[in-house]
């Protein structure tokens, strides 16, 4: 007769998981959560079935690693290197998908573009100023 598998006490699965978080550092958690985050933004954008896009949720995703990217990079830059063209790849993914903006009307979650300086700078582009265009670094 085989024995049956007890499934892990809360001790046990405790111990597990403070062993993990042992072996794990903050750089790790970071990639783990960008390539999370650009995953669920995939999939808000190309949802199953009939299902609508839900292109705030996949905004939020994107810009949550795009956060998160220049801290790998300071770290690991061959793995954040990596992870660029998917990332702009889902970004262009949602540009497809997401409404046009209102003319003169600020992209939602984004404050209104500042008025240009006299300076000679024309201030940015339609592209960039509708904010769904992304710029390294901005």
Known sequence: MASEQQ?????????AYEAELARLDATDMIA????????????RLSPPGDQP???EQARDAIDAARALLPL?????????QQ???PLSQLQMAYVRAAPPAEPGEP??????????????DEGPGPAQASGRLWIPGS
């Not at 499934?7 to 111990?15: F, G, M, Q, W």
């Not at 960008?34 to 999939?43: D, I, K, P, T």
């Open 7 to 15: 499934p892990p006490t809360e001790d046990e699965l405790r111990a």
């Open 32 to 43: 783990q959560a960008l390539v999370s985050l650009m995953n669920l933004g995939a999939v």
């Open 53 to 55: 896009a839900d292109v």
């Open 72 to 80: 790998l990079e300071r770290r690991r830059p061959q793995e954040a």
């Open 83 to 85: 992870l660029k063209a």
């Open 107 to 120: 992209p939602v979650g984004e404050p209104p573009a500042a008025a240009p300086d006299a300076g000679g």
